[in-house]
């Protein structure tokens, strides 16, 4: 099932919804519930999954689509953390023995088929194209092989990044990673996982049709049962909580000279098994 939050028509306020090719099942009225966290946390994932078999259907034009999550409790992302993008720090370090953590806040996000904003104050939007963990079931130490039983799915990020903000201080990318609608987020969550082996799938970053960054999870320094084991041992990880899994090498700030988002672009992220999500660029106006 493709969980989705949107709004319809003139309607106010975000309904609940379940994808299905280019058609879209309310999941409002039949569960009286429009939050996709609620929904998690409640475990009713299986009555949603039961009213998604409904035959009536709203056509694509009828809807448009928000972050898939809301309100998620928090926002993990995980950097450096597919084994060449150590090698392009060139700095000659080491592979890291853990992952790398920071946070974001959801006002950095844009949902499917919404510009990215690159801001007054730089013009130095980056691209980073990454899979997301849906966390499903809470859990604090959870072991990996039990971590992908607290998944209840995965979502898409362009993780976009402010470069030259993530370097105002010694010590710090918060700035860089959380201007508002600099990152995109969405379009779904995918449910069913059963076809899906996550140690060895594809993702792939476009810029205006060119790829620029493409690899599979099995590059990973820390797959994603270890990214959930390593998080749920400082923190108990709660349903709605998102975790950005890392980016593979390409990013623009990697070319020589670097090449940064402009007006006008496009860019999207496929993930295999998943989707596509797709963001146009604007300037801040």
Same mark, same amino acid.
């Given at each position: 099932?493709?969980?989705?939050?949107?709004?319809?028509? !003139?309607?106010?306020?975000?309904?609940?919804?379940?994808?299905?090719?280019?058609?879209?099942?309310?999941?409002?009225?039949?569960?009286? /519930?429009?939050?996709?966290?609620?929904?998690?946390?409640?475990?009713?994932?299986?009555?949603? /999954? @039961?009213?998604?078999?409904?035959?009536?259907?709203?056509?694509?034009? %009828?809807?448009?689509?928000?972050?898939?999550?809301?309100?998620?409790?928090?926002?993990?992302?995980?950097?450096?953390?597919?084994?060449?993008?150590?090698?392009?720090?060139?700095?000659?370090?080491?592979?890291?023995?853990?992952?790398?953590?920071?946070?974001?806040?959801?006002?950095?996000?844009?949902?499917?088929?919404?510009?990215?904003?690159?801001?007054?104050?730089?013009?130095?939007? %980056?691209?980073?194209?990454?899979?997301?963990?849906?966390?499903?079931?809470?859990?604090?130490?959870? !072991?990996?092989?039990? !971590?992908?039983?607290?998944?209840?799915?995965?979502?898409?990020?362009?993780?976009?990044?402010?470069?030259?903000?993530?370097?105002?201080?010694?010590?710090?990318?918060?700035?860089?990673?959380?201007?508002?609608?600099?990152?995109?987020?969405?379009?779904?969550? /995918?449910?069913?996982?059963?076809?899906? @082996?996550?140690?060895?799938?594809?993702?792939?970053?476009?810029?205006?049709?060119?790829?620029?960054?493409? @690899?599979?999870?099995?590059?990973?320094?820390?797959?994603?049962?270890?990214?959930?084991?390593?998080?749920?041992?400082?923190?108990?990880?709660?349903?709605? %909580?998102?975790?950005?899994?890392?980016?593979?090498?390409?990013?623009?700030?990697?070319?020589?000279?670097?090449?940064?988002?402009?007006?006008? %672009?496009?860019?999207?992220?496929?993930?295999?098994?998943?989707?596509?999500?797709?963001?146009?660029?604007?300037?801040?106006?």
């Amino acid at each position: 099932m493709r969980l989705v939050t949107y709004h319809c028509g !003139a309607t106010p306020g975000a309904r609940l919804g379940a994808m299905t090719e280019r058609r879209l099942i309310d999941l409002t009225e039949p569960l009286g /519930e429009t939050s996709v966290r609620k929904l998690l946390n409640d475990g009713r994932m299986t009555e949603a /999954e @039961d009213a998604a078999d409904s035959p009536n259907a709203l056509p694509v034009s %009828d809807f448009r689509l928000d972050l898939p999550i809301t309100d998620p409790g928090r926002i993990f992302c995980i950097g450096v953390n597919y084994m060449n993008r150590n090698a392009e720090y060139k700095d000659g370090s080491d592979a890291p023995t853990n992952p790398s953590v920071f946070m974001r806040g959801p006002l950095s996000f844009v949902p499917h088929d919404r510009p990215l904003v690159i801001p007054k104050e730089s013009e130095q939007l %980056d691209y980073e194209g990454e899979i997301v963990l849906v966390i499903g079931t809470p859990g604090r130490r959870i !072991a990996q092989d039990r !971590a992908m039983a607290h998944v209840a799915g995965l979502t898409i990020m362009n993780e976009g990044t402010i470069r030259d903000w993530v370097r105002h201080a010694k010590f710090n990318v918060t700035q860089g990673k959380n201007f508002d609608r600099t990152g995109g987020l969405g379009p779904w969550i /995918e449910t069913d996982l059963s076809g899906i @082996d996550v140690t060895d799938m594809q993702i792939e970053t476009r810029v205006n049709g060119e790829a620029r960054q493409s @690899d599979t999870t099995a590059s990973m320094a820390f797959p994603f049962a270890r990214i959930i084991e390593y998080l749920s041992t400082f923190t108990t990880l709660q349903a709605g %909580d998102l975790i950005a899994t890392g980016t593979p090498t390409g990013a623009g700030a990697r070319f020589d000279p670097p090449v940064w988002l402009k007006e006008g %672009d496009v860019v999207e992220v496929s993930v295999e098994g998943v989707g596509t999500l797709q963001n146009g660029v604007i300037g801040e106006r």
